[in-house]
């Protein structure tokens, strides 16, 4: 039963995030030997100034090293 969790900044399409909610479904259900039904994906927006705060700071840097795909930018204090 995967649940793919998605922070991204706001000012995305409600039809541009299904769409990719569609593609992931895809490629989840492919790789990894499931049915399509037993995804289940959530996309929340967050406002660029707040970034940092929300998902840099909770979520990537404590993370490193563990994330399967590293950001390719990184915040100087």
């Keep these: ?8 900044y706001s000012g995305r399409t409600y039809a541009q995030k299904k ?4 593609k992931i479904t895809r490629d989840i259900a492919e790789v990894f030997e499931t049915s399509e039904d ?9 406002p660029p100034e707040n970034w940092k705060e929300q998902v840099w700071d909770k979520e ?5 090293g563990k994330l399967c795909k590293e950001p390719g930018y990184d915040y100087e204090d």
Excluded: G
Aim: glycine share 0%.
């Design 1 to 8: 039963m995967p649940h793919v969790d998605i922070k991204c």
């Design 60 to 64: 990537i840097e404590p993370n490193r």
């Design 19 to 22: 769409a990719l909610a569609a």
């Design 38 to 46: 037993s995804v289940s994906i959530a996309i929340h927006d967050i």
